[in-house]
């Protein structure tokens, strides 16, 4: 079946570092994916999504890039701040998938002041 | 604007209590609904979907089941409450599509003792 991958649990960063959360998925065709943002004791904010390959989705400074070679859609940005502290989720959803999204196990970024 | 209201904030139960949970979805007409349960520290699982009023479809059950008795309201009950039902519970709501963007509520925190 369908799956996630985040490989990293926890990223440590200092204010203004450049940050990559990695997410690789398995899925038949062509899933959309998405990138949510959970804040402690909140329910889990999005971010953005693609759809097909190439095409880069962003919001609030954040990007990812659809790669359907390498089956991946890692998060990126150029420069953290202590508010982007939080846990941040990779999903799926394919058309097979019965509106299931597929999370990812959620990777927690701490960034020290 | 689309709200979604999720209740109560929290609750503390006791183990082989009942439980009822409830979500309204607000300015979104007919929208698919579903129920995820988060552990502490752990990722989302889905629970339940509803694409239409007296429709729901089970994804992983957990001795939990679910209704939904108008188009904009969502709700989560047992009879009989076990310690493992302790976590996080999020509403979330989507347009129609298999592969359309979820978004969540704000959650409510149940623990049992």
């Known amino acids: 079946g369908d799956s996630v991958t985040q490989t990293e649990g926890q990223v440590a960063l200092s204010e203004e570092d450049f940050l990559t959360i990695h997410c690789n998925y398995s899925a038949s065709g062509y899933p959309a994916l998405f990138w949510y943002v959970q804040y402690p004791g909140e329910g889990p904010q999005f971010l953005f999504r693609a759809s097909r390959d190439k095409e880069k989705g962003s919001s609030r400074g954040f990007e990812a890039t659809y790669n359907k070679e390498a089956t991946s859609f890692h998060l990126q940005k150029a420069s953290v701040q202590e508010s982007d502290s939080a846990v941040y989720y990779c999903a799926l959803s394919d058309l097979d998938s019965n509106y299931q999204l597929i999370w990812g196990s959620g990777t927690k970024l701490i960034i020290k002041p | 604007a689309q709200t979604i209201h999720q209740w109560p904030v929290a609750e503390i139960k006791a183990v082989g209590s009942p439980l009822s949970l409830g979500c309204t979805i607000k300015g979104k007409s007919s929208p698919n609904l579903y129920w995820y349960w988060q552990a502490t520290g752990g990722t989302l699982q889905q629970l339940f979907y509803s694409i239409t009023v007296g429709q729901v479809e089970s994804v992983v059950q957990l001795n939990l089941s679910a209704s939904r008795p108008k188009d904009d309201q969502f709700i989560l009950s047992t009879e009989k409450l076990l310690l493992s039902h302790s976590g996080f519970y999020l509403c979330?709501?989507?347009?129609?599509?298999?592969?359309?963007?979820?978004?969540f509520g704000p959650g409510t925190r149940l623990l049992v003792l």
């Open positions: 979330a709501w989507s347009l129609r599509g298999r592969r359309d963007t979820q978004y």
